[in-house]
Nanobody, 120 residues
Framework: QVQLVESGGGLVQPGGSLRLSCTAS????????MGWYRQAPGKQRELVAT???????NYKDSVKGRFTISSDNAKNTKYLQMNSLEPEDTAVYYC??????????????WGQGTQVTVSS
């Protein structure tokens, strides 16, 4: 199993920046992919950005060029740097991890979520 602890988030004005952090613990070597999803009120949870253990990244189209996902492997931590934030980015952001089980299957786990509010 892999457990996640998130930090960051808060209230920021349009055009501002925030950085989210997600630290993993447990079976670190079993991790396949980590990233962030978000869920706005009344909407489905959607992928924001992911990064594989090989460093491959994937972004939601609307955040490309504004958000950057990165790794600090020494700290088992992923970061989501969010620049040029827009009111449409307002949501609860959830860290996500996909990892291999001892039986050769992929499972997922979620962080506790952190609120990001973009408003003037």
């Amino acid at each position: 199993q892999v457990q996640l602890v998130e930090s960051g988030g808060g209230l920021v004005q349009p055009g501002g920046s925030l950085r989210l952090s997600c630290t993993a613990s447990g079976s670190i070597r079993s991790i396949n992919t980590m990233g962030w999803y978000r869920q706005a009120p009344g909407k489905q949870r959607e992928l924001v950005a992911t990064i594989t253990t090989g460093g491959g990244t994937n972004y939601k189209d609307s955040v490309k060029g504004r958000f950057t996902i990165s790794s600090d492997n020494a700290k088992n931590t992923k970061y989501l740097q969010m620049n040029s934030l827009e009111p449409e980015d307002t949501a609860v952001y959830y860290c996500y991890v996909r990892f291999w089980t001892g039986f050769g299957f992929l499972e997922g786990n979620w962080g506790q979520g952190t609120q990001v509010t973009v408003s003037s």
